[in-house]
């Protein structure tokens, strides 16, 4: 968090853009779905001569549309007994209307390497859950829209958003509309999706194929006969795995990002990244709350006070590419699935380190679970490498996990985890940042539960108040 000059505002294409690589974690999409989605969206709108305003809406659903894809990865885990996110890809490529094929993809989905007894038993608690894949859809649909709102994105975006799982013939969710109910946005990102996901895999030919198959089912007949259209045009279909956004967004209208457009960017995916599972619901929330307050303990100053926020909300972006069977395990970790989870602050760096307006928080984010005698992860860095804000996000991150449950152990009150950390200090957490987190809560030590969240209700009453005690 060095103290360049910072740009005024960025490109809000490039923010989005990069930042829908996690979104593609999740999903469990290759690198660049959303984009590609995007691109295939937008050549569609031009094929359908929608007006700059409507490019403009569609433009945001398309790299947004799985904003809300964590809110159902805990529920869709648990149901299926399986990682979420090979639930997600493999259900985007079977089509749900033919009810064989649904039972299909069902069998082989859930528990995989179980017994047919155990699988049977699966089969049985879905079945019973006869809303379960209405409620799936509905709150990943709501989720996304409300990112885009809160995003302060158009209506239009945030409609498209809320329909991207409708079907034109009535069969698909979470309202079950049809034909032109669907609002034309969320129809053109059902179809984009799923053609890029075949042509991504299958080249076009394949994917043609497909939208011309589903046509009249899943997708509005009018647009794949657009589609169509597009077959010609081989430098588009050359052109994406490139990745280029720049070209489709609608040149008169271009949105940028300033100082406070990226804090709330920084928000909302640290809302996508909580969603993820019920047992961290408002850990990145928390843990910015809890470094803010120690940081400005510390002295430090305004500007490395914004990183420290940003850096914070999205310490564990990265987390989006693990699966919540490991996430949300009831037990301990076997070494592989810990060695997924090590991975997690590689991801987030390297997701930060390409969205613009954000690269410069990748070290600090990182680094968020190195310790200072090098027995940390992912680089195993020591004292001399890790920076004060690196030090006080590592104290932030420790507390808040202690303080909140988890699926193998009760959350901690406050004074137990400070115990529980205080043989770490000065050896593997930094002295300072800790006193001063112990300073932090002098005053309001929680003695039960109830007390607990008032110190939570405090602390982020602090930190945004102002932006943060300055
Ligand atoms: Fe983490
Ligand atoms: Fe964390």
């Not at 660049?32 to 359908?48: D, F, K, P, S, W």
């Not at 043609?208 to 794949?224: I, M, N, Q, T």
């Not at 069977?325 to 997690?344: C, G, N, S």
């Amino acid at each position: 968090m060095g103290a360049g000059p910072r740009p005024r505002e960025v490109p809000l294409s490039e923010v989005i853009g990069a930042l829908s690589y996690a979104l593609d974690l999740t999903e469990g999409e290759p690198p660049g779905h959303a984009v590609r989605t995007c691109m295939i969206g937008m050549r569609i709108a031009q094929e359908l001569g929608l007006g700059e305003a409507e490019r403009t809406d569609l433009f945001y659903a398309l790299l947004l549309k799985d904003a809300g894809c964590s809110a159902n990865s805990a529920r869709m885990a648990a149901l299926f007994a399986v990682d979420d996110r090979h639930a997600k890809r493999s259900s985007k490529r079977v089509d749900w209307a033919r009810s064989y094929t649904a039972f299909l993809w069902t069998l082989r989905t859930v528990a995989p390497g179980g017994s047919w007894r155990s699988r049977a038993s699966q089969l049985m608690s879905i079945r019973q859950e006869t809303e379960i894949t209405r409620s799936l859809m509905r709150a990943r649909c709501d989720r996304g829209a409300e990112i885009a709102r809160l995003l302060g994105l158009g209506q239009g975006t945030a409609d498209a958003i809320r329909g991207l799982d409708e079907h034109w013939d009535g069969h698909g969710q979470p309202e079950g509309q049809r034909g032109d109910e669907i609002p034309l946005g969320g129809r053109i990102l059902c179809l984009a999706q799923t053609v890029e996901i075949f042509h991504a895999q299958r080249g076009l030919d394949a994917a043609l194929h497909v939208a011309e198959r589903r046509s009249g089912g899943w997708f509005d007949p009018k647009l794949v006969s657009l589609l169509k259209r597009t077959r010609a045009d081989t430098a588009f279909w050359a052109s994406l795995p490139a990745g280029e956004l720049e070209p489709w967004e609608p040149q008169e209208r271009r949105l940028t990002a300033d100082e406070g457009y990226l804090d709330r960017i920084a928000d909302a995916f640290a809302g996508v990244v909580d969603a993820k599972s019920p047992w961290t619901y408002r850990h990145s929330d928390r843990t910015c709350v809890i470094a803010m307050s120690i940081a400005a303990l510390l002295g430090c100053d305004d500007r490395v006070l914004d990183d420290m926020r940003r850096a914070a909300l999205l310490h564990d972006v990265g987390k989006l590419a693990i699966s919540n069977q490991i996430l949300d395990k009831p037990a301990r970790l076997t070494d592989e699935e810990f060695a997924v989870v090590r991975r997690h602050p590689l991801h987030t760096a390297a997701i930060l380190e390409r969205t613009p307006g954000f690269a410069g928080l990748a070290p600090v984010a990182g680094a968020h679970h190195e310790r200072l005698d090098g027995s940390g992860y992912p680089h195993g860095l020591d004292g001399g490498a890790l920076s004060v804000p690196m030090r006080v996000l590592a104290v932030a991150d420790v507390y808040e996990a202690l303080t909140s449950a988890r699926p193998y152990r009760p959350a901690l009150g406050s004074a137990q985890a400070l115990e529980v950390m205080r043989p770490d200090v000065p050896r593997r957490l930094d002295r300072d940042a800790y006193s001063a987190l112990e300073a932090v809560l002098e005053e309001r030590l929680p003695e039960t539960p109830a007390a607990h969240a008032a110190v939570d209700d405090a602390l982020r009453a602090d930190a945004v108040i102002g932006r943060h005690i300055r």
